[in-house]
Structure formats: C-alpha cells, structure tokens
C-alpha cells in the first residue's frame, strides 16, 4: 500500500512537476502567490520523480554513495530544520520570501530523520535478503 503511495507522488513529480510542487506550497507557504521558483527546480523535480521510482522499482540501484548523500540531507534537516529552510529558500526561490506556515519546520524534522533512517537501513521488500 505504502509503495503504490509512494510510486503515484513519483509519477506525479515526473509528469507534471510544477503542479506537484504548486500543491505543495499552497499547503507548505502563507504568500505562494508571492514567490516564483528559480528555472532549474522544475527539471531537477523532474529528475528527482525519476530517480524516486527507479529506486522503487530496483531497491539495490540505492547504492551506498546515494544512500550517504540522502543521509547527509537528512541529518542536517533533522538536527537543523531551520537552517535547513534558510540554506535551500535563496537557491530554489527568485524573488520574495516564502513565509512557512507553523508545521513546515517540525515536519522538516520528522523527513530529514526519515531520510537518515533510509538512508542506514535502505529500503527493502519483505521478499528481498541483505547482501550489502
């Protein structure tokens, strides 16, 4: 159940990324209509659903050095959430100042533990042995 969830936001994030990330912010932002994003996040959305799917659909594709990477993001998110936000806004963001509502900080917090998690367990099926 988790991974049809899962491969549907990655489908989603392929085909059409920039309503994907428009839902989000209409959630995530106070001022959405105040903010326009920097010209390379769209394609790099884009990729990112790629990348989240082949990685459903092959689980040993996530090897070692993506699983670092992944962890990395994930322990500044969780140990930092605001200085996560404050690094990232000024590279994804042209003009403005998103406003996070309350929650985006916590909930910072809770993905970037999740990505620490994945990124020292990886993600396996229950039908798949570890061999790493």
């Known amino acids: 159940m988790i991974r049809?969830?899962?491969?549907?936001?990655?489908?989603?994030e392929l085909l059409v990324p920039r309503r994907f990330?428009?839902?989000?912010e209409g959630y995530a932002l106070e001022n959405p209509e105040d903010c326009s994003l920097k010209p390379w996040v769209i394609p790099v959305a884009r990729l990112e659903g790629l990348l989240?799917?082949?990685?459903?659909?092959k689980p040993r594709a996530f090897s070692r050095p993506i699983r670092a990477?992944?962890?990395?993001?994930?322990?500044?998110?969780a140990?930092?959430?605001?200085?996560?936000?404050?690094?990232?806004?000024?590279?994804i963001y042209e003009d403005g100042r998103p406003e996070w509502k309350p929650w985006v900080v916590p909930?910072?917090?809770?993905?970037?533990?999740?990505?620490?998690?994945?990124?020292?367990?990886?993600w396996r099926s229950k039908n798949e042995t570890r061999n790493d």
């Open 4 to 12: 049809r969830l899962l491969v549907v936001l990655g489908l989603v």
């Open 21 to 24: 990330i428009e839902f989000w």
């Open 52 to 57: 989240f799917l082949a990685v459903l659909a």
């Open 69 to 77: 990477v992944l962890g990395c993001y994930g322990l500044m998110a």
């Open 79 to 91: 140990l930092s959430p605001d200085g996560y936000l404050e690094y990232w806004t000024p590279l």
């Open 107 to 122: 909930a910072t917090r809770v993905i970037g533990a999740c990505y620490v998690l994945l990124a020292l367990f990886g």
